[in-house]
């Protein structure tokens, strides 16, 4: 690919990417910021996670650790995506914009704390902190960094065997995409998908990578039913005493039962994993 082809396929996803802001008349009347993350979430994950390693991103990741390897991992969160790793790794350097879910992530890691070093902040910014490791993990991330280039070749700066990074089929919030036509009357986009990650990933690493893509069971994101229709509710911009419409409205257009978790948002996940070797 030439440099004008690479230029091209990273604008392409970073206009598609720009396309999924929220409208700002919408966004100037939510009661509360749509993106913000409840961090149970990311620790049932990690927890999960933790307790039954699954999915071709883990299986990856742990082929290509040497036994006291060092692993980074990018958009930490709590761990998901390294802690399973932490056992056979001797150094884990995770890095996550929210200094309140790294320390989630330290108390997940137990007695392992002592391998973990944290640090908070946005990559590529904080890149010169970090040495160079053995496995780079990057999960649920790439949807949210509109300028891909820069991400992708720190990453590659860094690690000197295997990058791994694990993304949705489609965008995170595609599924909500019928709840917005439904309360605010607008269409949301449908791109970018993974098919375009996969292509701006190798514009950024400059080579083609590896792609695996398969469906992995529902995860335990919510607490339960209210808490899923109040996060739901939020993310739509919505105030707090829509929540029972917003429920509705799920059940309606999903199928979901709300007494089934593993219904609330489809029978699983569909997720794509994407590799290379340094």
């Known amino acids: 690919m030439t440099d004008e082809g690479r230029a091209q396929v990273l604008d392409r996803w970073r206009s598609d990417l720009s396309g999924w802001g929220i409208p700002r008349e919408i966004l100037e009347r939510a009661p509360a910021p749509p993106w913000l993350a409840e961090r149970s979430v990311f620790v049932r994950r990690a927890e999960a996670m933790k307790a039954k390693p699954r999915g071709n991103s883990y299986h990856r990741a742990s082929e290509a650790l040497p036994p006291g390897g060092a692993i980074l991992d990018v958009g930490a969160g709590a761990g998901a995506a390294s802690l399973p790793l932490l056992e056979r790794a001797g150094k884990l350097v995770a890095i996550d914009q929210d200094e309140e879910v790294l320390r989630d992530l330290m108390a997940q890691a137990g007695g392992d704390a002592a391998k973990v070093a944290t640090i908070a902040g946005a990559w590529p910014k904080v890149a010169a902190q970090v040495p160079v490791v053995d496995v780079s993990v990057c999960e649920h991330v790439l949807y949210n960094v509109p300028d891909l280039g820069p991400f992708i070749e720190a990453l590659d700066a860094k690690t000197r065997g295997r990058v791994v990074i694990e993304i949705t089929a489609r965008h995170p919030v595609a599924r909500l995409s019928p709840l917005w036509k439904r ?74 039962v709300p007494a089934d978790p593993t219904t609330w948002f489809g029978p699983g996940r569909d997720v794509v994993t994407i590799w290379w070797d340094r």
């Open 183 to 256: 309360f605010h009357g607008i269409e949301r986009p449908t791109r970018p998908t993974w098919e375009d990650a996969v292509s701006a990933v190798e514009a950024a690493h400059g080579s083609p990578v590896r792609v695996e893509r398969e469906q992995l069971p529902p995860e335990p994101a919510f607490h339960d039913w209210d808490e899923a229709a109040a996060s739901t509710t939020r993310r739509l911009c919505l105030a707090p005493e829509r929540r029972d419409e917003v429920a509705a409205a799920l059940v309606e257009l999903t199928g979901a």
